[in-house]
């Protein structure tokens, strides 16, 4: 099976661990060794891999290496201690659209269509894989992994996001939150990047209501992203393309997603 199941490995997501790993990654220059990080980060080894694996699966980290990224090095310099709201935004999106992560991936998807939740509605989303894993795994790390996601949303730095609140025997989801106008366009270059590579342009219902797309994994509602999409024509960011049967938004050739993001950063 090509995929991880386990990304957090039953532990919470707790952004002080996170961040005291990412920034020892930059701080010292990529010249650091596994039993160095767990050192300086109090961590033991084995947690500290599991945040390296995790900061890698989101790009601010290479894998197999402890070294850097260009996207990490951008984060380190404008927001080394993971906190702002558009780095939160992006490290939502990158996680949840990571297809990779099918337990985050699946889970994230299935909330745009969704106003309230039960871990167990999403436990049946992966009845699928049953004949794939092994019985133990199936029932204890996949159940174990929700419930990190679950914690991660409610609990962690990524409630900040208000995307999940928990209430009694559920979970209320929440549409529409404010995301910063850059962040959706950095998210909107990405989903090109990987869909349409080297596209100049991409239908704005697909990036309302596709799989994975920002509409989805932001769970906003179309007007909401149709009136960023506005806003973004408006700074010259973009352009609309309305006529005939095109319903879709233009993107200059020079238009990429580290520059957006360190314009973000310097706003």
């Known amino acids: 099976m090509n995929n991880k199941i386990h990304a957090l490995r039953g532990f919470n997501l707790y952004f002080d661990q996170v961040t005291s790993v990412f920034k020892a990654i930059y701080e010292t220059n990529d010249n650091i060794s596994l039993d160095q990080l767990s050192t300086i980060t109090g961590l033991n080894r084995a947690k500290a891999s599991i945040l390296l694996n ?40 990158l996680q949840s659209t990571n297809e990779y992560l099918i337990i985050w991936n699946r889970v994230m998807n ?65 549409r529409n939150s404010d995301i910063p106008n850059l962040i959706l366009l950095c998210a909107i270059i990405l989903y090109r990047d990987k869909h349409y590579p080297g596209a100049t342009a991409v239908d704005i219902n697909e990036l309302c209501t596709a799989n994975n797309s920002p509409g989805s994994i932001f769970i906003l509602d179309e007007h909401i992203i149709r009136s960023k999409i506005e806003s973004l024509k408006n700074t010259g960011s973009i352009n609309i393309e309305s006529r005939g049967d095109l319903d879709q938004i233009r ?12 314009e973000y950063y310097l706003e």
């Not at 201690?81 to 780095?87: E, M, N, P, R």
């Not at 050739?253 to 360190?262: G, K, Q, T, V």
Request: zero cysteines.
């Open 251 to 262: 993107l200059r050739e020079e238009l990429n997603f580290e520059a957006i993001l360190e």
């Open 110 to 174: 299935h909330l745009f269509n969704s106003d309230q939740v039960k871990r167990e509605d999403l436990l049946a989303l992966f009845e699928d894989l049953k004949d794939s894993l092994s019985d133990y795994t199936y029932k204890h790390h996949i159940g174990k992994e929700i419930r990190s996601i679950l914690d991660a949303y409610t609990n962690q730095r990524l409630s900040k996001l208000n995307l999940l609140e928990i209430e009694d025997d559920h979970y209320t989801v929440h």
């Open 54 to 93: 995790f900061l890698a699966d989101l790009g601010l980290s290479q894998k197999r290496t402890l070294k850097g990224t260009k996207l990490g090095k951008i984060v380190h310099t404008y927001d080394d201690f993971l906190q702002k709201d558009g780095t939160l935004w992006l490290i939502h999106y």
